[in-house]
Every structure is written in C-alpha cells, then in structure tokens.
C-alpha cells in the first residue's frame, strides 16, 4: 500500500512538472514503461491528447481494431493504461487509437525510444535501459576540455566532420550500414583524418528520406534505418573510446505533417501553433512548434536532455534557429502578427531557446549547444543572464556564404571583393563561431565546394588548399562536411554513397593528405585554437591588399606563443612581401598549401625593426613560427 502511494505521488509531481512546463524528463512519466511484478511484465502506457473523447492502446499484444481502453488520469489530457502479461513485450508495435467527433484515428505513441518510421509509423515497445558504456575516459577528457581556461573559453581545438550516415557508405548492393559498421568505419577514419569530432544530421526518427532527416516525427527514437537504440549507444561509445565526440542535429523548430506523427495530434493543433500565421511552414510544408505551450516546452527539453543522458551525446546543433526567432519568418507582409511590443520578434521562442540552454548546461556543463542561425541576431552565445540565448557556440554563415562567392570570382576581379576575406574579423568575437562548410552548401545546384572554385583543373587544387588553410587559421572552431576532404566534384547525393573512388585518382589522394596533415597541424598549434572568441588570439599584418588577394596576420596562444599566415588567392606570384617581426631569429615554415614555398627565412633589418622579406606562389598561403 506504502509503495502504491509512493509512486502515485511520483506520477502526480510529474504530471503537475509536465503541464506546468518545467519537466526536463516527461519521457520517464509518459510513453511506454515497464516494470516487473514476480514473474510479470506490466507495461503503463500514458499519451497526452486533451481534446479526444476516448483513447485506446493498440499492438501486436492486444486487439488493434479495438485495443485496450485508456483512463483520463489529468483535467490536462493526460491518459493512461496498464498491461500485464507473462513475457516480455520488448519490440512489440503498439500506437494510440483516439476517437473524437465521431472520427477514429491512429498514432504513434511521441515518447517512444524505437519507432518503425516510414509510412507505418508504429512505435515499438522498449523496456531495458543498461547498456555497458565504456567511454568514463572520453566524459573525463570532455568535462576537462570543455570550459573557460586561464581566461579563454573553449581553448580546446573543435574540429568536426559533419557526416550524413545513409550516405557516408553503402554496401555493395546499395543498402545501408549498420550503426555498429559505421561506427567501426567512421571512428578510425575520423581519427586518422584528425577530426575532434563527428557532426550527425538528424538521427532522431523520420519518414521521408529526402528530408535528410530534418522533418523529425519520433524525437525519442534514434531511426531504425541503422538499427535499435543500443546499435546507436554502440556507436556513441565506439566514437568515444577512439576519444572523437558525437554532435546531434537535433530540429525543435518544426515537425511534418504525416498522418501518424505529431501533426494535430489528438484530432486539433496540439503541439503546433493554433494560429495561421505562426502554424506552417510554407517553404518546408511543415508545422511549427508552438514554443509557448507548457506541455510543448516540457516534450522538447525533455528530448534534447534524453539523448545527453541516455545516449552520452556530446552536443546538440540546433536546426533552423532563425525560423523560431522570427514571427515573419517565411511569411509575407500581412501574413503574421506583430507581438505585444510591435515588432517581429517570437517572445516565446526566446523564452524558450533560455530555458532550454539553462535546463542542459544546468546538468551538463561540458557539452555543445550550437545554433544554426543565419542572421544577425545579437546575443546568440551569449549568457541568458544578460539576455542572451545562451548557446555556447553559433556557425557562422555569413563568412561561409561571403567566402563561396569570393572564391567563386575570377582572380582578375577579386579586388572588389576583398571584404570577403578581412569583414568577417570585424564581427568575428561578437558570437562563439563555429566555421562551416556544410552539406547545405554542396546541394541543389550550388556545387560542391571545390567545384564552386574559380579556374582550371589545377587551379581549383591551389586554391582549395588555400581556402581551407585560412578557414583553418582564422578565429573560430572549425567544420567540413564529409566528401569535401578530397575534392567531390559531385554534388551531394543522400541517395548513395559518397564518391570513394575519388581517391584512386593522385589529385584527389594528394588532397586528401594535404587535407590530414592540415587537420593535424591544427590539433597541434596551440595559437590556431586556444583563443578563438576574443581580438587577443588575432592581429593583422595585411588585411587590405585587395590588389595583391592577399591577407596576413597572426595568431597568438595563451602561452604568448604566436604564428604568422600570409595567404594570397592571387592568379599571379607575389614577390617582396615584408613581414615586421620582433627580433632577428630564424622562422621556419611550419606548413604550406605549395610545396615550392622555402623551408625557412631570417629576417632583414629595414630602419628601427626587423622584416621577413618573402615571396608567395600564387594561389598560396603558408605558416611561420619563429624557431625556439
């Protein structure tokens, strides 16, 4: 009787936190959960849907035309049954039968851990939470990394592969790999690459292939595609024992309308906006999620805390910020309403993105909270104590989407668009920037990043070294989309693997080395990382000789340690640069996009300082550091 009582006043706190919307684990109350009596398996299914007449349980273990009645236990919407049996249930299919207005309707259940997808939909019953992780090692290396030192926040190198997994590799015969081979594949091959990290496009589960994974129907459910829940755990642990950190894309922004998932969900907008103009998505025929819903606030930060705790993921990149933010979004002149104060802000949103951060950083101080959000908004990474969003880091689209176009322009005309190199270190510490070359930009006729380049065959070569060594110099944690590493002319294709047999071919090989070394080189030049967010790790030599395509400038570590990159896109050589340097000491070339650049140089004496005098192949960059 004690222990009725007990749990009862567990399931009334949790409800109460749910509806109130301060819940950061309402997947422990509602779902599917099992518990053992003797030798009985009894399983509780609880679904929120306030505005149906009467819900049932249907599955593989009762009767799916009729099911088993659920009991309205909340004034909120809350239902709830109960299921005994002499076996276990684990991967049955079950999903909610609601009746409403006469009409029957089927859905798969918002808080399952393991989903069928697809057009079916049907949600399939979990009931064991052990897994044997083996990664204390990694969790201790990241609690250590991951914080503010001597001063400077995240002075640690962040370099990230951003991996799509249905397309990173295939089987022969066209068929996915599973997580535990991807996890075997990519783990060593992200390592010896020198990558910190893998970035996933959306694993939580969706139908519709050609959405990337981005029209997410199950957010408790790594998809089935690649395995069951422990397949994926696999993986995470596998990465983390190779010391390489597992980033999630994870979309709270909006969910697609498939007939089975959260689309009016119990007959009514539930967990979308009820009003036109902040309901769907134009562009993306999808719904918005309605931020300013308790019970909407309590299911997102609840599933972006389940795949921290439950899955040892690393970080979250947070989809499509821009469109939660922005009431206009997407919207013409007179299809959206102006909040209380006038203008096009979402109120709720901001809200809601503060409580989200407060809520992971509260209980995990050392992972990644990143915002894809592409404009200009202030105060993305900073603290909500001072208003800010509170992410720790935010990519910075603009310089990716300045550089393309820079690169994209003939060499004879890049003067008039120098800004493209120097502009981005004016706003360069106002946000924690991650730069990214992502899969977005490598899609739907906007070529891959090689392809965009300007010239011939072999001028595309020079001048992808040279693109990649600045973005590997510049301020600002770093990101390369899988396939860009060798050069795949082809545009991205999720439908089948990336281009592999690229690296028969020694341009492409070549690159691919260069590509490693460089990685490697970051990872071990302190100044190239450990002051990324503040104007003391950078200075410029030159950052306007647009006549010469040519930038210069150093970067400093928290050691006072520095290293000096000169960097030209020019179509022709460069001769009688003058580098000012302190002293007269030997500066080795301590890497080079060219390999006819010189292995070192002394400087010459010119008035009351000291200057290296250097010559710079075109299409070329390289980096100094004096000898000790």
Known sequence: ??????????????????HQGTSDQAYHFLGCHMKKDGQDFIYTFRVWAPNVERAFVVGDFCNWDHGIEMTRITERGVYEASFRCEHSLACASY????????????????YAFFSKGGSDGASLIVDRFDYPWSDSAWLSHRKKTVKTRKGSYLAAPINIYEVHLASFKRHEDGTYLSYRELADELSSYAKAMGYTHVELLPVTEFPFDDSWGYQVTSFFAPTSRFGNPDDFRYFVNKMHECGIGVIMDWVPAHFPKDAWGLYEFDGAPLYEYQGKDRMESRSWGTRFFDLGREEVQSFLVSSALFF?????????RVDAVASMLYLDYDRMPGEWIPNKYGNNRNLEAIA??????RAVFAEFSDVLMIAEESTDWYGITHSTDGGGLGFNLKWNMGWANDFYRYLSEDPLFRRYHHTALNFPLMYAFKENYVLPISHDEVVHGKCSLIGKINGNYEDKFRQFRCALLLMMTYPGKKMLFMGTEYGQFSEWDHKKSLEWFMLDYPAHRALHEYVRALNHFYLSTPALYEIDFTENGFSWIYADEADRNMVAFRRHDLSG????????????DLHGIRIPVEDYAEYAIVFSSDASSPSSLWPKKNGDRYELELSLPRMSGFVLQKKK
Do not use: C, W
Request: charged letters at 30%.
């Open 95 to 110: 999903k909610f039968r609601f009746e409403r207005f006469g009409r029957s309707f089927l859905k798969g259940d918002p």
């Open 1 to 18: 009787m004690a222990m009725r009582e007990s749990r009862k006043k567990q399931d009334d706190m949790a409800s109460y936190f749910f």
């Open 352 to 357: 809601f993105l503060q409580k989200l951060n």
């Open 308 to 316: 921290l705790r439950e899955f040892h993921i690393d970080g979250l």
């Open 561 to 572: 340690n520095e290293v000096i990159v000169v960097i030209t896109f020019s179509g022709v």
